[in-house]
């Protein structure tokens, strides 16, 4: 796998907006495109390489990579970029297939050779499969599906030969654009005659044809749908299960509507103004989207997304008609963005009693250019705001984490003291200011009187639901009074809300019902959910951004205290028409795909739901544990869903809430408040679901995983060994976002392991020592190889896991000498210190720093007694502990000792460190404590001395460290912090000779 180049691709995809799968919808924990569309293709085509690769395949790599225009892109590397020596990539089958899937383009190579940076959008060379770009490229999605098809139809007809596998793939993938032509050429398609029927059934018939010959792919846990689609996009027939109805709808809406609906149409003008009337002819008059009009027809070149702009619009005219005057303009015809909201609570002094508004902080906008804020003039207890322009540093806020400071009298209240009042006596809230939009952008002023006294109808249908209170980890509203969806907005929202129900609703009923119309519906109710998110009192003003955020900055809801309430039918961001836009922009990037993805509402582990091996492949990405509260918080959108969709979903909307216990998670809550059974419960589902994939699949099971702990591990091995497969190959993809600004050292990693399973018989007992000794082999050279690509740290050993358990899965049992069986979890410590040892045996320079590094994997920085031999015996680098410990390495204390820390180490010394005949670790330690005193002209001018190549061992010693050091010590954070800008480091000694204070963005 060509993993430095899907990890870049990822990387990039985080940042893509326009179109992006992710903009469609939220969901949680969504995989980055190029790592589904890389996985779903490796999964689906041998190593040509590989003894066993029938001959019709290397044909095809050496026919589509190795002649006419493939000969020239798909050429590997002269000399491979991110390695620091030159070497060359010979020029195969296999690295033209890995070329295939992502090469660097020729700028980037040259730029990482010059050890110079290139823009994302640069990275990736324009042929590659997984770019972005491609997505929808006829070139190179035909080499991919016909690839695939070659693979597919020669490992089940061997004696195949590529010119007949060839012929086959053009006859089969050509009849489908004709078919296309024929159907959505046909003029007023959209009504059911002979011929409309005879042209579908035709399109339907081609695509089979196709479909039935290519490989089929499911996804057990499909979530937001990457993946089923990616399969889709390679021309394969793909599944999907998703327990919960809200990621249905939001795979039925990316991966099966779009590609089935969003094609042409052409109307005759007595139809198309019979359909749409003046609106639909604006619109087309308009014409922003493509549309034609040939003096008789007009051409649409995506029917969904043409209905689904126009039925919103309608939509949103009738409910602005009813409900408009919640939001009057002003007298100059402006509109509100937002009227913004602060809860308040009564100063507990019974002296003074203010209401106070319950700010953390008074801006308004803080930007650079644009400083506005609500300046407080105070009364007595009567406070009152006037916006100024200008710097509020000298206001300190009145609410620290829910404590108030009463600006009148300034008493404290405490946070269970307002807990106490919301819970008692509701929520009160203060409109303090009216965003609104003028033609130079956003202006802010006091609310008028109207608009403090505006009428709101009393709400009906207000929703009851209640939010997952257990889950306190997820939800801290319930704990401020807000414990069911209805109380997470404001009336006047309820009420604009309900409105664009009813007006769905009726729409429903003119529209019919057919299969055509429930996608139209199911989009438009996505579009409502977008609206939702933008219109609840949990939402954030980003007064850097002067725009509203959802509440699920994280993956909860979390309580606010002022919020703004936006105006859904002004023009603004945030607004109905631009949530519209998302949506469009979605449809229009994904139609153009022949294959619809077909999904399931169902939860997985259903041996029948599939018959014996009728699945090729299986790719996913489950769930862990209790990281993500997947149907508590989806209740959210349930809730919504239930109202706009759920007639046409009466199965899936059946249930109060989404399915809480069938879910593969552990969420105590859901499981008798234990802890053990909720554990027991996830271990036992994914063994199941993994069970039933393994008798329904006849090739590989791919599974991406990204968590990094050996608890994690042990479980998900546990699954897979428990499923009667075994490990075949492991590959890390670093999704981490790339030049992290300097300073932000959480570093929070977010690679992905790729596992690959099949099945395997596992035969007879082995003996630990055997297996340790293969595996301690097996990962010395994957950590190499790992290391040598950038894998560092916590990412690098668990990247180690799957060789380790590929090994141990040979075996019914390992044993240790006395006899005892090794766990799976005792296997993966192992496997975890083999790869630490690995890397130790890597660590340059002296003893001293060996043992330093040695001591710290081995003991931690804690303390231990002073004559505990063993701790030094471990460690297995021989030096004289006197010397230990007048270096200021060791340090002791009475019977006690412990670790350096680089203060400790350094001391009041200034000089240590600094030169390259120093102890590696006094070098390190002095970068570390030139970076935590944010010495930056020190800083550069250590690297520049002392490591400005990345391959310079002073890296790896703080790699190294960042792998080992206690999460919460300061060294901890300094390690990281340096990491994550080695490369600006690296770059700025190149870019200047001798940097300058302020040469850094710390
Ligand atoms: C890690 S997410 C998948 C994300 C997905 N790969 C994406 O890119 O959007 C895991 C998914 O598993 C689903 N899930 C949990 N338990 C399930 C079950 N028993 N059967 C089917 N799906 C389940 C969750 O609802 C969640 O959407």
């Not at 919808?25 to 003894?51: G, K, Q, Y």
């Not at 899936?652 to 552990?666: D, G, H, M, R, V």
């Not at 920085?861 to 502990?881: A, H, L, P, Q, W």
Request: net charge negative; charged share 25%; hydrophobic share 35%.
């Amino acid at each position: 796998m060509p993993i430095k180049e899907i990890s870049a691709e990822s990387v990039r995809d985080k940042s893509i907006r326009h179109g992006h799968i992710s903009t469609l919808h939220l969901w949680w924990a969504r995989r980055p495109l190029p790592v589904c569309r890389a996985i779903v293709f490796a999964s689906l085509v041998p190593d040509p390489l590989d003894e066993n690769c029938p001959d019709a395949f290397k044909y095809a790599v050496e026919m589509l990579l190795n002649t006419g225009l493939g000969k020239l892109h798909y050429k590997p590397y002269k000399d491979i970029p991110y390695t620091s020596v030159a070497d060359e990539m010979e020029d195969n089958h296999r690295n033209r297939l890995m070329m295939f899937i992502g090469k660097f383009s020729e700028i980037c190579q040259a730029n990482m050779i010059a050890g110079r940076s290139t823009p994302p959008k640069d990275q990736l060379d324009d042929w590659s499969l997984i770019k972005w770009e491609n997505k929808n490229n006829p070139q190179i999605l035909r080499i991919a599906r016909e690839l695939i098809f070659v693979a597919y139809q020669s490992d089940k007809r061997p004696d195949a030969t590529w010119e007949e596998l060839d012929a086959e793939f053009a006859k089969l993938y050509e009849a489908i654009p004709k078919a296309e032509k024929n159907l959505y050429e046909l003029k007023d398609r959209y009504i059911e005659t002979e011929k409309v029927k005879q042209l579908e059934a035709e399109l339907q018939a081609a695509i089979d044809a196709f479909q039935n010959e290519m490989p089929s792919v499911f996804d057990p846990f499909a979530g937001g749908g990457a993946i089923p689609l990616e399969a889709a996009r390679l021309g394969c027939r793909s599944y999907g299960n998703d327990i919960n109805p809200v990621a249905h709808i939001i795979e039925r809406g990316s991966a099966e509507f779009p590609q089935k609906y969003g094609k042409p149409i052409v109307y005759s003008v007595e139809e198309f103004e019979k359909l749409y009337g003046e609106e639909g002819l604006k619109m087309a008059q308009e014409n922003e989207r493509g549309i034609t009009f040939d003096g008789k027809c007009y051409h649409i070149p995506n029917r969904l997304a043409f209905d689904v702009e126009f039925y919103a619009k309608k939509i949103l005219a009738e409910a602005e008609k009813e409900v408009g005057y919640l939001y009057p303009a002003d007298i100059k015809g402006n509109k509100p963005v937002a009227y913004y909201w602060v809860r308040t609570a009564k100063c507990s002094n019974p002296s003074c009693g203010a209401d106070v508004p319950l700010f953390k902080q008074f801006y308004l906008v803080n930007t650079n250019q644009k400083k506005i804020y609500l300046n407080p003039i105070i009364n007595g207890t009567d406070i009152q705001f006037e916006i100024k322009r200008g710097n509020c540093e000298h206001l300190n806020g009145w609410n620290n984490r829910g404590n108030l400071t009463c600006p009148c009298c300034g008493s404290l209240t405490s946070v269970n003291e307002v807990k106490r009042q919301f819970k008692s006596n509701g929520i009160p809230q203060r409109m303090v200011a009216v965003v609104y939009e003028t033609n130079n952008g956003k202006s802010y002023r006091i609310p008028f009187k109207e608009e403090l006294e505006i009428k709101i109808p009393k709400v009906e249908n207000k929703p009851t639901d209640r939010m997952a209170v257990e889950n306190n980890r997820n939800f801290n509203t319930p704990g401020w009074g807000i414990d069911n969806y209805g109380d997470m907005f404001s009336d006047r929202q309820l009420t604009t809300l309900n409105a664009l129900i009813d007006k769905m609703n009726s729409l429903k009923l003119d529209i019919g019902e057919s299969s055509y119309n429930t996608a139209l519906l199911s989009l438009l109710a996505i579009w409502f959910d977008r609206i939702v998110l933008a219109n609840t009192s949990l939402g954030r003003w980003h007064n850097g951004k002067e725009s509203i955020e959802h509440p699920f900055s994280r993956q909860a809801i979390a309580m606010t205290f002022d919020y703004p309430e936006s105006n859904p039918f002004c023009s603004s961001s945030g607004c109905a028409l631009n949530q519209l836009e998302w949506v469009l922009r979605y449809l229009e990037q994904e139609s153009s795909i022949e294959f619809p993805s077909i999904m399931y509402n169902a939860s997985s582990g259903e041996k029948e739901q599939f018959s014996h091996k009728s699945l090729t492949a299986v790719v996913t990405d489950p769930p862990y544990y209790d990281a993500i509260a997947y149907a508590d918080i989806s209740d959210f959108f349930y809730v919504w869903l239930k109202r706009t969709l759920g007639d046409l979903y009466p199965l899936n909307f059946a249930t109060p809430q989404t399915p809480k216990i069938e879910e593969c998670t552990a969420l105590k809550h859901h499981h008798n408040n234990s802890e053990l059974d909720a554990k027991k419960h996830f271990e036992n589902k994914l063994t199941q679901i993994f069970d039933a994939i393994e008798q329904q699949t006849s090739d590989v099971v791919s599974i991406m995983f990204a968590h990094q702990s050996t608890a994690a591990w042990t479980t998900l091995c546990n699954s897979i060994l428990g499923a009667r497969m075994n490990i075949t190959g492991s590959w890390p993809m670093d999704t981490e976002m790339a030049n992290r600004a300097l300073g932000i050292a959480s570093a929070a990693l977010e690679s992905s392991v790729t596992v690959a399973c099949r099945l395997s018989e596992r035969k007879g007992f082995a003996d630990f020592d055997e297996v340790k000794h293969d595996i301690r082999q097996l990962v010395k050279a994957e950590v190499e190889k790992l290391y040598g690509l950038g894998f560092r740290g916590a990412d690098l050993l668990t990247a180690c896991f799957g060789q380790a358990v590929s090994v141990f899965g040979h075996y019914k049992l390992v044993e240790t000498a006395e006899g005892d069986p090794v766990s799976v979890g005792q296997l993966l410590e192992f496997a975890r210190e083999s790869a630490a040892q690995a890397l130790l045996e890597g660590v340059p320079g002296e003893p001293q720093t060996k043992f330093y590094c040695g001591w710290l994997q081995m003991n931690g920085m804690s303390e231990c007694d002073f004559d505990d031999v063993n701790k030094y015996t471990r460690v297995g680098v021989n030096v004289e502990i006197r010397s230990l410990q007048s270096d200021r390495l060791l340090i002791t204390e009475g019977n006690k000792q412990h670790l350096a820390t680089a203060e400790e180490h350094l001391g009041k010394n200034e000089t240590w460190g600094t030169q390259p005949t120093d102890y590696m670790i006094s070098q390190v330690h002095r970068m570390m404590m030139a970076y935590r005193m944010g010495n930056q002209v020190q800083l550069l001018h250590l690297v520049r001395d002392l490591c400005p190549q990345s391959d310079a061992p002073q890296w790896r010693v703080l790699d190294f460290l960042g792998g080992h050091l206690p999460e919460d010590s300061q060294d901890y954070r300094d390690v990281k912090g340096i990491l994550a800008s080695a490369e600006m480091l690296r770059q700025k000694c190149k870019d200047t000779a001798v940097p300058t204070e302020g040469a850094l963005d710390f």
